[in-house]
């Protein structure tokens, strides 16, 4: 008897999560058909919304052939990963330092650096233009290698202040006292306890250099130097005319990779979100 009772459990919460699985799957869905849909097939929009015509890989060699995608692409994952890397490098030992080297004013200084991050982006670009020209890095993906980092390691310090919170200070005197030192206390104990937290900074820092648009378009606006949240808009939306089977291509090329390498650290990222809300 309880057998059934849970079965039938199980059964209600899967139908009530159902439509919303389903509402959520739709886009993902609709952008799979409408990518291999012949243009004519497209805007016939004869129900059902399926096949009517036989599938064409047209979009996707428009997108190889005809635009700079590839060179897209690869901008965007040298630029994401430049971001990443410099965030990490900078965001982690200024979060240790504030959380355990007992600074004065350290909690308010994290208040203060997330604050910075609610800063609407136009406002800093005004003063940051000048000084990528004088870098000489105006009009190269170089330059969002150099600006992305001030909109995602202030909130990724502040971030990962909670995460080094979750770890006891009295594992890491431990290390010191089997002779680890400072460092090696840092390297073994505390960094490897802190993976959830690295994780979540991480996507947090390539998720915005995926989807960011306004320092893309004005600093790296050469066709070559684009990154795909540009180069897509740009050159598949001209006027009232919209590529929508190349734009859908592309959005499936892109999108599955992202999806699979977020679906690895998922488990991170949520143990992340949960020890940095128990603080």
Request: proline share 7%; with cysteine; glycine share 8%.
């Amino acid at each position: 008897m309880p057998s059934h009772c849970s079965l039938g459990r199980h059964l209600a919460i899967y139908a009530g999560l159902a439509p919303f699985v389903l509402i959520a799957l739709f886009p993902v869905l609709w952008m799979a058909i409408t990518a291999f849909k012949q243009d004519q097939d497209l805007y016939m929009m004869r129900f059902p919304l399926w096949f009517h015509m036989p599938p064409t890989l047209k979009h996707f060699r428009l997108l190889f052939t005809q635009t700079w995608f590839g060179t897209w692409v690869l901008n965007t994952i040298l630029v994401s990963s430049g971001v990443v890397g410099i965030t990490l490098l900078t965001a982690v030992p200024a979060a240790y330092a504030l959380v355990r080297l007992r600074l004065p004013g350290a909690e308010r200084t994290g208040i203060a650096m997330f604050l910075t991050y609610l800063v609407p982006p136009i406002i800093l670009f005004l003063p940051l233009a000048p000084v990528v020209g004088w870098l000489g890095l105006m009009d190269t993906w170089w330059a969002l290698v150099l600006l992305y980092p001030t909109l995602t390691i202030p909130f990724c310090t502040w971030l990962m202040m909670g995460f080094l919170r979750s770890v006891p200070r009295e594992i890491e005197e431990a290390a010191w006292v089997d002779g680890c030192g400072w460092a090696g206390g840092i390297l073994h104990v505390v960094l490897p306890l802190s993976l959830p937290g690295i994780a979540t900074t991480a996507i947090f820092a390539f998720s915005l250099s995926m989807q960011e648009y306004l320092y893309a378009v004005v600093f790296s606006a050469p066709v070559d130097q684009k990154v795909v949240t540009v180069g897509l808009p740009t050159m598949l939306i001209r006027g009232d005319i919209f590529f929508w089977g190349a734009l859908m291509a592309a959005a499936l090329l892109v999108g599955i990779p992202t999806a699979i390498a977020f679906n690895l650290v998922l488990d991170r990222f949520v143990e992340g979100l949960t020890a940095a809300a128990d603080q």
